[in-house]
């Protein structure tokens, strides 16, 4: 956990969007964050006025910038001080709390949404849940979105060209792993999505490569339309780079 902090407070980030900057701008947000945020969207719709949604493991305030400017009550819990901060600085509206995912300082039972983004796999994922578990009210629900261990472009990516954040005790999960592990902290799977089996890769190259090129926005739509093909397709969908799933409190 020394190294993962460490790492995170020397990582550079967009001080107006709060995204930690590890991979090309143009793909990251054309494809990655705008399907995210379309499901996001979707969801939060369906969500009862002015919810209060926790966002586990909020680095340094991309999610909560995006979740404030819905309507929603936003809580951020992140381990690293120096990205809080920089978060605070970015959605001054929402409140936040230096504290660790495995231990919530927060009463049982508060929350209507707990969003955890890439959080789980850096901590110990069945501690983890079990918090989100406590903090989320009666029939609350949690979206968990992780890194996909059988992505094989991901899985060579992070063996041969790691991000600067990248730590030796991250363990992405498995798309059964994360499932039985949720529903062993006593959730039930509402849905799952299995997303990007390039966008990831391809940004991460891209920022190696030429970090400031910017594709043409008829390839980004292909691009874009190539992974929702994918997605829909069944086995070869479980090879994308992130699982999705959104669970409800038992």
Known sequence: MREEIAKYA?????SSSGEILSYNRCVFKSIVRAKEFSLLTGLISTLP???TVLDFGCGSGWLCLALS?????V???DINSKLVATAKAIVPKANFIVASGENLPLREATMNWIISIATLHHINANLGAREIRRALLRNGVMLAEEPNRLNPLSSLGRKFFPMDVHTSGE?????HHLREMLIHSS??????YYLFFFSFPFARALKILADDIKLHPLLIGLLSAFEDIISKI???NKLNSSILMIAEKA
Do not use: E, L, N, Y
């Open 10 to 14: 020397a990582a550079r980030v967009d």
């Open 49 to 51: 006025q002015k919810p």
């Open 69 to 73: 400017s819905h309507g929603c009550r």
């Open 75 to 77: 809580i951020g819990v």
């Open 171 to 175: 363990r992405p999960f498995m798309p």
């Open 187 to 192: 959730f039930r799977i509402k849905k799952t």
């Open 234 to 236: 069944p086995i070869i």
